[in-house]
């Protein structure tokens, strides 16, 4: 029953926080105009099927209707933050297996990532104030970033060496993570300087990623576990 409870209220906390967490989805499958749908009867209810085959020719479409080139800037942009989300919840299925309890904020983080794509996959050259609405992105997760990362590192010990990712599961999943984020982030720099994105999606992910080194030392602290140390091979 407890677990039952924890697992609705990470689901609400989601949902009321992130108003766009399904946005991805949509933007892949749900706004493509010549989409296909399995029925088998007109009394069934009409179920999408995964595969549209409108990207078979290697073009695929921005939330505003755009169709482009699947090596897009946008797109690259676009599988950097996926494959940061993927990443981020392999790392928190490893702290959930040792009770951390920072995984609910994981899960909001994986939420936020949903609004970033949103946002990147709605080009403001071509969106029109509808489009801009739906996918607006938001400051407050920025803030909400900071403040965790003042919480955590107030408990931490001064950093004074290079440190390796280490320090078990956790805290080595969350550093790859970290250089996840550090790609997303390149990827989408450029998007935003030219005037296609909110600046503060990549102030988010620039935060995030501080905000993943903090919580890997920190996971490990509170393990037990070494970090390891960089030293200069003779």
Not at 83 to 106: N, P, T, V, Y
């Amino acid at each position: 029953m407890m677990a039952a409870a924890v697992t609705n209220r990470l689901q609400m906390r989601c949902i009321f926080w992130s108003s766009q967490c399904a946005q991805m989805y949509m933007i892949r499958h749900i706004c493509r105009t010549d989409r296909s749908f399995a029925t088998r009867s007109d009394e069934e209810t009409r179920v999408p099927k995964i595969y549209t085959k409108t990207g078979d020719k290697g073009f695929s479409s921005t939330f505003t209707g755009e169709r482009r080139p699947k090596e897009d800037s946008i797109f690259e942009a676009l599988g950097d933050t996926d494959e940061l989300s993927s990443a981020i919840g392999l790392a928190r299925e490893f702290c959930k297996d040792k009770e951390h309890k920072f995984i609910e904020e994981l899960e909001k983080i994986q939420c936020v990532l949903q609004d970033v794509g949103s946002n990147v996959a709605t080009p403001f050259s071509s969106a029109r104030e509808s489009h801009r609405v739906k996918t607006k992105f938001s400051p407050q997760p920025v803030l909400e970033l900071e403040s965790w990362i003042d919480k955590y590192t107030a408990e931490l010990p001064p950093l004074t060496n290079f440190i390796l990712p280490s320090g078990g599961k956790s805290s080595a999943s969350l550093h790859v993570a970290r250089a996840v984020c550090r790609r997303a982030e390149r990827s989408v720099a450029p998007i935003v300087r030219s005037g296609e994105a909110d600046p503060d999606v990549a102030k988010f992910l620039n935060r995030l990623s501080d905000y993943l080194f903090t919580l890997a030392r920190y996971a490990a602290m509170k393990e037990g576990a070494a970090e390891s140390v960089y030293r200069r091979p003779t």
